[in-house]
């Protein structure tokens, strides 16, 4: 980065983003320990033998996020109209002013005054205020969930791992700091004012008086889930803070449930969007085919010609391929044609070099059942190397001979005869997956290559010797099928 400012913190750095995946961890540890400490220190006013310091962790947190405040004021950002890297130290300290640092000043330097000094204050109001304003700290969970696709997007997490991700971390975020809100504000509330006895934090206080800080945390757990799911206003909430409290979690849990249908459904969306757009594009094949009045067996074959290449789901491969750069482009070439030629007997003799020179010169074609490849008495130009298949080889009489499978390749007979012409009928038993290359190619890249010549020429000269046997004795079966009938 070309900056007159060497202090400046360039936003896509290593070190930012070392400091991003400890910032993440640290705001997870804060919002589970702030709203504990929070119901920690009014459990301990009401029965002090309940009390847990959480003091030294509390330090610990916020004293990192004074920390962040710090490189806040010294990490460039990216322009959002622009997408220009801004490192002015003026424009960075504006933007920051303007958005979280208010919040970020007021959570935690209270909090750390809270966790040196907190047995030392008399005054219980003042104790209480900069408990709530420790719980400022919840604005930051923007900027928590922001850095979850960040995250998810530099180990490449799934989409739907990381839709499913959000919607637990922000699950967990509203009821734990619900259970927090809902006895801690009425708590303050009540003790600012005047203690009202009808309360629902006093009977709370007469029934668990001596119970742990877990027994208070899991009533006002189930009193959040009870008010935000199923909207219940209803019970001991006759003060004023208790009916507040109780209509906006009511309030909260209907903007709870809609966000998570939501999410759930975009989910969904997301696992089915290829099949959806398959099916699309099915039916305006079907539509096309009606259209032209297509016999029922090339409808069937299209249809099936399309399976196969989809799979059952959509996708735009010219638009995939032409967004790609050329080299990549290339590598996926080379890795489709490299795992063909791995199964090709006759040329692992060649050397690697020779091989990938060879590649720019294969043409790929597919095959349907049934479809003739070859035709017996025809001139041959090409080479054939079966990568995906099944393929019937057939004399000219029509007597199967044998079957080629992965691996396997034909047409390297026409080399052999003066006329070029091939000798048998090759079908397609399955979808194939070909790979062709002129006679000429082929033979210019085995010129050099005398030990895989000879073992390509001995094993032409063996199926001609093999094929002629064959036809021959068929041949003759046939002629005294004829002769006898």
Request: net charge positive; hydrophobic share 45%.
């Amino acid at each position: 980065m070309d900056s007159p400012h060497w202090y400046i913190i360039h936003p896509f750095s290593n070190f930012r983003y070392n400091w991003d995946n400890l910032m993440l961890l640290v705001y997870t540890a804060a919002f589970f320990i702030i709203p504990a400490d929070c119901i920690n220190i009014f459990v301990a006013s009401l029965n002090p033998n309940n009390f847990i310091n959480y003091s030294p962790y509390i330090f610990i947190v916020h004293s990192i996020f004074i920390l962040d405040i710090l490189f806040n004021f010294l990490t460039g950002y990216s322009h959002k109209r622009t997408r220009k890297i801004i490192t002015h130290p003026g424009k960075i300290v504006k933007k920051y002013l303007m958005g979280y640092f208010f919040f970020d000043i007021l959570s935690s330097v209270p909090a750390i005054v809270n966790s040196c000094f907190i047995y030392h204050i008399n005054g219980r109001p003042l104790v209480e205020t900069m408990l709530i304003l420790n719980l400022l700290k919840i604005v930051r969970i923007k900027t928590y969930m922001d850095y979850i696709p960040v995250y998810s997007h530099r180990h490449n997490t799934n989409y739907v791992l990381y839709k499913l991700l959000r919607m637990t971390v922000i699950s967990v975020m509203f009821f734990y700091w619900g259970a927090c809100l809902v006895f801690v504000l009425p708590f303050f509330f009540e003790n600012i004012t005047a203690y009202s006895f009808n309360s629902w934090i006093h009977f709370v206080q007469l029934e668990l008086q001596d119970d742990s800080l877990l027994e208070y945390f899991t009533i006002c757990l189930v009193k959040v889930i009870t008010l935000s799911l199923a909207c219940s206003v209803k019970g001991r909430a006759e003060t004023a803070s208790d009916l507040v409290m109780a209509a906006s979690f009511a309030i909260l849990g209907i903007l709870y449930r809609s966000y998570m249908f939501i999410e759930f459904l975009d989910m969904i969306r997301s696992l089915f969007e290829p099949e959806t757009k398959y099916d699309e594009f099915v039916t305006q094949l079907e539509d096309y085919m009606r259209h032209d009045q297509m016999p029922a067996n090339i409808q069937k074959r299209l249809k099936l010609f399309y399976k196969d290449r989809f799979q059952g789901t959509y996708f735009k491969e010219s638009a995939i391929m032409s967004s790609l750069s050329d080299e990549l482009r290339k590598e996926i070439i080379c890795y489709e044609c490299k795992r063909m030629m791995s199964k090709v007997k006759i040329l692992n003799s060649i050397s690697s070099v020779r091989l990938m020179e060879m590649i720019k010169y294969f043409v790929q074609q597919v095959y349907l059942p049934g479809d003739l490849i070859c035709k017996a008495g025809t001139i041959e130009k090409h080479i054939y190397f079966l990568s995906r298949g099944t393929v019937a080889v057939y004399s000219i009489s029509g007597k199967e001979i044998c079957h080629l499978y992965d691996g396997d390749y034909f047409g390297e007979i026409a080399l052999l005869t003066a006329d070029r012409k091939i000798t048998v009928n090759l079908v397609a038993i399955e979808i194939c997956n070909v790979y062709i290359m002129e006679h000429a190619i082929f033979s210019y890249f085995f010129a050099n290559e005398p030990e895989a010549t000879e073992k390509l020429l001995e094993c032409a000269r063996k199926r001609i010797r093999e094929t002629k046997a064959i036809d021959a004795q068929h041949r003759k079966t046939l002629d005294l099928k004829s002769s006898v009938g």
